[in-house]
């Protein structure tokens, strides 16, 4: 067939068949992985388990969600909420709240104590007060979906694990906005969750994350990468994960929800800070995080060039079906294990566009680096 084919077209038969080769290889054995993930082992061993919280002027939040936290069904935990600096009425609040809740540690920092930018400094300070040694962190605008959220994660430290990763989804409102914030955080998780089942952990969420407390003073805290505002989740796990210590948890009463950023200023800002750790991250997994984008648009420039060059548009048409039936299915199977709807069909078209946007924020990030956190 090559014969009859210049030198152009033959790379473009060839920059097709490797690029959906490629594609096809991390939807099935990377990403099939949480699609066909059926975990049996669970540790039934109910350990005491410190919560912890950082808060910096989330009065309205914490107001609105503690309640739900200090109320999880579990026979021996603490909340621990480092209030970090805030001058509005937190502190009057969790001063209320403690009195009247035993569960409840508040711990206060000045401006005068945070050398620090972020929520690394205060996490150190609630992780170092923690009586325990299961740590479990999440956000002060987070809710867990269940009262059996502590029993769920811990349930995750079986054998010789040290973290266990979580998914936080956003609730669903109206507005094209929170679809695509709501379709994002699903891509992210089939990430970084499939990544971990195949012994690639690279990063966690900090809004659902469990570790062991003794593991964050082996690891020196976060003392690696302080100098970054960002990263208090990703690049401690992405430097404390190995393939043997760390497990995932997405059984349905272990998720925690929060309400999604309501302007696109504001969650462009937040995807700019999230992705300015993604350069800190190890070589192996920068390599692996970049591949799969780079071959879906090697994929549809080959396919486009094909339908324009080739005479024969039943091979275009064949990688094409490949391709989105393999999404397709996929998709579908981890959508249902991490409980999202109404992305399937769309999937298609938001994947390519997902890649676009990312490659938007990555020329943003650097022309001018983010420095706040939230």
């Given at each position: 067939?090559?014969?009859?084919?210049?030198?152009?077209?033959?790379?473009?038969?060839?920059?097709?068949?490797?690029?959906?080769?490629?594609?096809?290889i991390?939807?099935w054995?990377?990403?099939?992985?949480?699609?066909?993930?059926?975990?049996k082992n669970?540790?039934?061993?109910?350990?005491?388990?410190?919560?912890?919280?950082s808060a910096?002027n989330?009065?309205?939040?914490?107001k609105e969600?503690l309640?739900?936290?200090l109320?999880?069904?579990?026979?021996?935990?603490e909340?621990?909420v480092?209030?970090?600096?805030?001058?509005?009425?937190?502190?009057?609040?969790?001063?209320?709240l403690?009195?009247?809740?035993?569960?409840?540690?508040?711990?206060?920092?000045?401006s005068?104590?945070?050398?620090?930018?972020?929520?690394?400094?205060?996490?150190?300070?609630?992780?170092?007060?923690?009586?325990?040694?299961h740590?479990?962190?999440?956000?002060?605008?987070?809710?867990?979906?269940?009262?059996?959220?502590?029993?769920?994660?811990?349930?995750g430290?079986?054998?010789?694990?040290?973290i266990?990763?979580?998914?936080?989804?956003?609730?669903?409102?109206?507005?094209?906005?929170?679809?695509?914030?709501?379709y994002?955080t699903?891509?992210?998780?089939?990430?970084?969750?499939?990544?971990?089942?195949?012994g690639?952990?690279?990063?966690?969420?900090?809004r659902?994350?469990?570790?062991?407390?003794s593991l964050?003073?082996?690891?020196?805290?976060?003392?690696?990468?302080?100098?970054?505002?960002?990263?208090?989740?990703?690049?401690?796990?992405?430097?404390?994960?190995?393939?043997?210590?760390?497990?995932?948890?997405?059984?349905?009463?272990?998720?925690?929800?929060?309400?999604?950023?309501?302007?696109?200023?504001?969650?462009?800002?937040?995807?700019?800070?999230?992705l300015?750790?993604?350069?800190?991250?190890?070589?192996k997994?920068?390599?692996?995080?970049?591949?799969?984008?780079?071959?879906?648009?090697?994929?549809?420039?080959?396919?486009?060039?094909l339908?324009?060059?080739?005479?024969?548009?039943?091979?275009?048409?064949?990688?094409?079906?490949?391709?989105?039936?393999?999404?397709?299915i996929?998709?579908?199977?981890?959508?249902?294990?991490?409980?999202q709807?109404?992305?399937?069909?769309?999937?298609?078209f938001?994947?390519?566009a997902?890649?676009?946007?990312i490659?938007?924020?990555?020329?943003?990030?650097?022309i001018?680096?983010?420095?706040?956190?939230?």
């Amino acid at each position: 067939m090559f014969d009859t084919l210049s030198v152009f077209q033959i790379i473009v038969y060839i920059s097709s068949l490797l690029s959906l080769l490629t594609i096809l290889i991390y939807y099935w054995l990377i990403f099939g992985r949480l699609a066909f993930y059926n975990s049996k082992n669970k540790n039934n061993e109910l350990y005491p388990v410190s919560v912890v919280i950082s808060a910096k002027n989330e009065y309205l939040n914490l107001k609105e969600n503690l309640l739900y936290i200090l109320e999880q069904d579990y026979p021996q935990f603490e909340v621990i909420v480092v209030d970090d600096c805030s001058d509005d009425d937190s502190a009057y609040f969790l001063k209320k709240l403690a009195e009247q809740n035993p569960l409840l540690k508040v711990v206060t920092l000045s401006s005068t104590k945070n050398f620090f930018k972020g929520k690394k400094f205060p996490l150190s300070i609630g992780i170092k007060s923690a009586k325990y040694e299961h740590i479990l962190l999440t956000d002060a605008d987070c809710r867990p979906v269940s009262k059996n959220w502590i029993r769920e994660m811990q349930a995750g430290f079986y054998g010789d694990t040290d973290i266990v990763l979580g998914f936080s989804p956003y609730e669903k409102t109206k507005g094209l906005l929170n679809y695509l914030i709501r379709y994002e955080t699903f891509y992210t998780a089939l990430q970084y969750l499939s990544f971990s089942l195949s012994g690639l952990t690279y990063m966690g969420v900090g809004r659902n994350l469990a570790y062991k407390r003794s593991l964050f003073f082996d690891e020196k805290g976060f003392t690696g990468h302080y100098q970054i505002a960002s990263g208090d989740d990703d690049l401690f796990v992405n430097r404390a994960a190995s393939h043997a210590n760390t497990n995932i948890v997405i059984s349905k009463d272990s998720f925690v929800t929060s309400m999604s950023k309501d302007s696109f200023a504001e969650w462009i800002a937040q995807k700019r800070r999230h992705l300015t750790t993604g350069k800190y991250y190890r070589l192996k997994h920068k390599f692996l995080l970049a591949l799969l984008p780079f071959m879906i648009i090697i994929f549809y420039v080959s396919l486009i060039l094909l339908f324009i060059y080739s005479n024969n548009i039943i091979f275009p048409f064949s990688l094409l079906f490949l391709k989105v039936v393999s999404q397709l299915i996929i998709y579908k199977k981890c959508m249902q294990k991490l409980e999202q709807r109404n992305f399937l069909l769309i999937s298609l078209f938001l994947e390519l566009a997902y890649i676009f946007f990312i490659f938007f924020i990555f020329l943003t990030d650097i022309i001018k680096q983010p420095e706040r956190w939230s």
